[in-house]
């Protein structure tokens, strides 16, 4: 049976590039990159070199990069290290409704610890207006937080228009662009933001390693405590290996880019296209052009999303609901929810996201097999049944 994993927003395979850089130092280069003699320089070496390669593709100088354990370790950091460093002149944070969950719990933590956060609306497509960013600004706001690309409908947010304001306001702008990452050119100066998310196995990168870009000046303060790793923002002995294949995957994915996005884009849009022309009462959730090239998003009405994940699973295909985060909870996702649908709408929502290895003949095995799972739990369903009656 074919297999066809397009659920690469969740996470995508290592490459094969990625792995063979890593290899030295998971076996004989295992010095601790703190130490004075020879394996420890040579392991200071190779984060030293990583951390220039990313500063450089992001547009960063090396000592703006932090490295952490992932995206949401950067999110935390960010959110509740510049609240620990910021409190005394304000406890105000910016973000939006459609965050990742890093994010908004981030949130929820500090309104817990008497902060207050004004989650911004979005409009039907998942898109931030920045004139309600302006509106939200207070003179004890210390934190804007809004996120480059959104993990579930792929809609990309302004975000160089928000930096302008918040850069008028005075106040720090951070932003997740976990999903961004790989598939948008990010240039940390040209986005105009103070602090930047992103994790490496969503680029083809292994697991349990990301960055937190922070501009020169004020930095946040570091939720765990120990020795002097990362000018202490992030203590901890460096994960060397995981270092340097993040910056392997970032290097292979920003040269790769523009051809990797030409091809995913048509195969998207043959995915969507082939959608809604053979099957009736679907709706695409997200903007239809202001999204990520891999991202497909889209409301089967009248049945669940799970049921859809499940038919498609057995036969081969990886696809998911909501974000994998809240897979598995029956909640309907809080970024449709708040783009304004009803739960019907959001229920019956499948993301399909593709990847490097996605093939044409991957997609035309998904339309093929669709229609029919669709038919088959339409006719089991007791609502579709009442309103086509
Ligand atoms: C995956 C993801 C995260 C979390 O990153 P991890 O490295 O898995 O912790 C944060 N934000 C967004 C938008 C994501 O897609």
């Known amino acids: ?30 010095g ?58 304000g406890k105000h944070i910016i973000t939006s409704s459609i965050e990742h969950h890093a994010v908004l719990d981030s949130c929820i933590e500090l309104e817990k610890r008497g902060f ?34 959104n993990n579930e409908v792929g809609t990309i947010q302004p975000i160089k ?7 008028e306001a005075g106040v720090a702008l951070h932003t997740d662009a976990v999903q961004a990452a790989g598939s ?23 697991k349990g390693i990301g960055i937190l870009y922070v501009k020169r000046g004020p930095r946040p303060k570091p939720l765990v405590y120990g020795g002097n790793q990362e000018k202490k923002v992030r203590p901890g002995t460096e994960s060397v290996a995981n270092i340097v294949g993040m910056a392997k995957a970032l290097e292979l994915a920003v040269l790769e880019m523009d051809e990797v996005n030409e091809r995913l884009t048509k195969l998207r849009n043959m995915l969507i296209e082939g959608v ?20 497909a998003n889209i409301s089967f009405l009248f049945i669940e999303g799970e049921s859809l994940i499940l038919s498609l699973d057995a036969l081969g295909v990886a696809v998911s609901s909501g974000s994998a985060c809240t897979s598995g909870s029956l909640d309907p996702s809080h970024v449709l ?53």
Request: charged letters at 30%; aromatic letters at 4%; a negative charge.
């Open 116 to 149: 207050e956060i004004t989650y911004v609306p979005v409009d039907s497509d998942g898109i931030v207006n920045p004139e309600d960013v302006r509106k939200a600004l207070r003179e004890d706001t210390i934190l804007v937080t809004i996120m480059l690309a």
């Open 276 to 295: 809604e022309s053979s099957i009736p009462d679907v709706i695409l959730n997200g903007h239809r052009e202001k999204r990520l090239p891999n991202n």
């Open 184 to 206: 948008l050119k990010l240039d940390v100066n040209d986005l105009g933001v103070d602090m930047l998310t992103i994790s490496a196995h969503k680029f083809y990168g292994p």
């Open 1 to 30: 049976m074919r297999q066809v994993y397009l659920d690469h927003s969740a996470t995508t395979p290592m490459r094969k590039e990625v792995l063979e850089s890593m290899l030295p130092f998971l076996s004989e280069a295992y």
């Open 32 to 89: 601790n990159a703190s130490s004075v003699h020879r394996w420890g320089r040579e392991a200071r070496i190779a984060v030293e070199e990583a951390r220039e390669k990313i500063a450089e593709l992001i547009g960063a100088s090396a000592n703006e990069i932090y490295f952490t354990s992932g995206g949401t370790e950067s999110d935390n950091i960010a959110i509740l290290g510049t609240a620990k460093a910021k409190e005394n002149k």
């Open 337 to 389: 929810m708040n783009m304004g649908m009803d739960h019907q709408q959001a229920h019956g929502s499948l993301r399909m996201t593709l990847g490097r290895g996605t093939s044409e003949e991957d997609i035309e095995y998904v339309l093929e097999k669709l229609p029919n799972i669709v038919d088959r739990l339409r006719a089991m369903s007791p609502l579709y049944n009442k309103v086509k009656e």
């Open 161 to 167: 228009e928000i930096a302008e304001i918040t850069k």
